[in-house]
C-alpha cells in the first residue's frame, strides 16, 4: 500500500491539529489523568477526522480503511499516546460492527453523533476474569418483553468515565460460547446523567495516564431490543471481525516511533560526554539503525494487512503480525531511547520515558502477544482452531 496525495493531505491536516490542539496541552492533561473527549472530539468530529471510513449518509468521509491507517498513523505522533488510543476506540473499535450489522434507525442515533463528535463512545469486551479469552466472559443480557435486562460488569474501559454509550459485547443465551453472544449498544448517560443501574469506577494505570479507563458496574440496566447490533448470538463473530480493525489502528499508531528514534539522535548529537557527541558511539549509532530498520519492517507489514484487507482479503493472520510486532518493537524502541538519554531519558516528562510507560500496553491490550502468537499459530495450521 502506497498514500496517494488524498491521504498525505488527510495526514498533514492531522498532524497540524496534533500540534494546535494536543500537544500543548498533553502535560496537563497527562496529571489530570484525562483528556476532555468531548471537547477534542467535537473539534475532530467538525474536520470530519472521526468518519474517515463511515459511510457519507451518516456523516463520514465514505473512504476506504487505508485512509483510516493513515490518520491512525499521522496521530501517534502526539506527545502522549492516551490521546490516539482515545480516538482509535471512537473510530475503529466501537464503532465498525454498528456500521457494519446495526440498523439505519440504530446508526442515525449512536453512529451519527459518534461521527460528529457529539457523543463519545467505548468498547466493552473485557472483564475482571476474561480478558483475552473472549469467550469466557459473564456478562449477561436477558430477554424481557421488548428489552434486554444487562448485569456484569466491563473492564479496562477505555474513554470509560466520559462515554455516552458502549457496544457492549455480552451473553444473550445459553449454548455454544461461540454462538450465544451478542452486541448491544448501551447508552450509560441520558440527558447528561448516568443511565440508572451503571456505575463507573476509574482506574489508575501505569501508563496512558491522559486517556480515562474505568471498570464500569451493569446491575438490571434496561435496553431496548432495537439496540442489538445485527443478529442475535452473532456478536462473537461480529467482534471478531472488529478486532482486525483495531489491531491495524494501533499498529498503525506505533509507526510515529521514528520520531522518537530521531529525536534520540538529536539529543545525543548535542550531548557531549569524554569530550565528543554521544551520537558518534558506533554502538549507540548500530542500534539506533537497527531500530529504525525494524520500523520500516513494520511498516511493510502494516501496509500490506491494510491492502489485504481493502482488498477483501482474510487479514487475521497479517493483522496480528503486525499486532504483535508492534507492541513489541516500540517498547524495545522506547527502552533503549530511554537508556541512551540517560538521566534525562528516566526524567518523569521526558518524552522517551512517557513513551516507555504508554507503549508498554501495546503487548497487553487488544489481545496479549500471547494471544496472537496462538492465533498466528492456527492460521498457519500448527495447532488446532478449537
Known amino acids: 500500500m502506497l498514500y496517494t496525495e488524498d491521504h498525505r493531505n488527510i495526514m498533514d491536516s492531522i498532524r497540524r491539529f496534533v500540534s494546535a490542539e494536543i500537544d500543548p496541552h498533553v502535560d496537563e492533561w497527562e496529571a489530570a489523568e484525562i483528556f476532555p473527549a468531548h471537547d477534542l472530539f467535537k473539534k475532530m468530529g467538525d474536520l470530519g477526522f472521526l468518519g474517515i471510513t463511515k459511510p457519507v449518509e451518516y456523516g463520514g468521509l465514505g473512504l476506504d480503511f487505508s485512509y483510516a491507517v493513515a490518520a491512525a498513523e499521522a496521530l501517534g505522533y502526539a506527545r502522549a499516546q492516551g490521546i490516539g488510543m482515545g480516538v482509535g476506540v471512537q473510530t475503529d473499535m466501537a464503532t465498525p ?8 434507525a440504530l446508526k442515525r442515533e449512536f453512529l451519527a453523533p459518534a461521527i460528529a463528535g457529539d457523543m463519545v463512545c ?12 473472549v469467550a469466557s466472559l ?13 448485569s456484569g460488569s466491563k473492564m479496562w474501559i477505555t474513554n470509560g468515565t466520559q462515554s455516552d454509550w458502549i457496544c457492549l459485547l455480552c451473553n444473550t443465551s445459553e449454548g455454544p460460547v461461540h454462538k450465544n453472544k451478542s452486541l448491544i449498544v448501551v447508552p450509560l448517560k441520558e440527558n447528561g446523567k448516568r443511565v440508572k443501574g451503571v ?13 480515562d479507563t474505568a471498570q464500569i458496574f451493569f446491575d438490571d440496566v434496561r435496553v431496548p431490543v432495537r439496540n442489538r447490533i445485527g443478529e442475535e448470538g ?5 467482534q471478531m471481525k472488529q478486532f482486525q480493525e483495531e489491531r491495524l489502528n494501533g499498529a498503525a499508531r506505533r509507526l ?13 548529537r548535542q550531548r557531549i560526554a569524554f569530550g565528543k557527541p554521544l551520537l ?29 484487507y481493502i482488498n477483501g482479503g482474510e487479514v487475521t493472520e497479517l493483522a496480528s503480525m503486525a499486532k504483535l510486532k508492534a507492541g513489541r518493537l516500540s517498547r524495545e524502541v522506547a527502552d533503549w531511547c530511554m537508556q541512551f538519554q540517560g538521566g534525562m531519558g528516566y526524567t518523569w516528562d521526558n518524552h522517551a520515558s512517557r513513551a516507555y510507560r504508554d507503549f508498554r500496553l501495546g503487548s497487553i491490550g487488544g489481545g496479549a502477544d500471547e494471544v496472537m502468537l496462538q492465533v498466528i499459530a492456527k492460521q498457519m495450521g500448527l495447532m488446532s482452531r478449537g
Not at 460492527?97 to 439505519?104: C, E, I, V
Open 199 to 211: 456505575e463507573v469506577q476509574k482506574i489508575k494505570k501505569f501508563g496512558m495516564w491522559c486517556s
Open 280 to 308: 558518534d558511539n558506533q554502538f549507540i549509532q548500530f542500534k539506533l539503525a537497527e531500530l529504525k530498520t525494524e520500523m520500516e519492517a513494520l511498516r511493510a507489514l502494516v501496509y500490506v494487512a491494510t491492502q489485504t
Open 97 to 104: 460492527a454498528l456500521t457494519a450489522f446495526g440498523s439505519d
Open 256 to 268: 510515529a516511533c521514528t520520531a522518537l528514534i530521531e529525536e534520540t539522535a538529536e539529543y545525543l
Open 138 to 150: 459473564k456478562t449477561r443480557a436477558r430477554r424481557d418483553g421488548d428489552d434486554y435486562v444487562i
Open 122 to 133: 467505548s468498547i466493552g469486551v473485557s472483564e475482571a476474569g476474561a480478558g483475552s479469552d
Open 234 to 238: 452473532m456478536g462473537f463473530i461480529y
